[in-house]
């Protein structure tokens, strides 16, 4: 079983920050890569950033370079993984719920979710 849970979403002001954090346990020990996903309303899921968990490489979506960085915990035989999404100046079309998913060795693309956590940005 492997169980992947989001925390720290909320209500932020235009130009503000907030921190994403998310935390995989149980059958963890071949994970390949962590991201964040978003989805607003009326728009498909997209890919905002992941994480390579062996190397640390990083992806970004155009949209979030420059103001959002993913980082991961150091690597443990725990366990349990955890990745942080740190959104800077944050814009109004940020707002969504933004899920964390993990991919495993042997998975086309990412086979574990969390339920999101939704991120909404004030005027």
């Known amino acids: 079983q492997l169980q992947v849970a989001e925390s720290g979403g909320g209500l932020v002001q235009a130009g503000g920050s907030l921190r994403l954090s998310c935390a995989a346990s149980?059958?963890?020990?071949?994970?390949?890569?962590m991201g964040w996903f978003r989805q607003a309303p009326g728009k498909d899921r997209d890919l905002v950033a992941s994480?390579?968990?062996?190397?640390?490489?990083?992806?970004?979506?155009?949209y979030v370079k420059g103001r959002f960085t993913i980082s991961r915990d150091s690597v443990r035989d725990s366990g349990k993984r955890t990745i942080y999404l740190q959104m800077n100046r944050v814009k109004a079309g940020d707002t969504a719920v933004y899920y964390c998913?993990?991919?495993?060795?042997?998975?086309?693309?990412?086979?574990?979710w969390g339920q999101g956590t939704q991120v909404t940005v004030s005027l």
């Open positions: 998913a993990l991919r495993r060795v042997g998975a086309p693309t990412y086979d574990s």
């Open positions: 994480i390579r968990w062996i190397g640390g490489g990083t992806y970004y979506a155009d």
């Open positions: 149980g059958r963890t020990f071949s994970t390949v890569a």
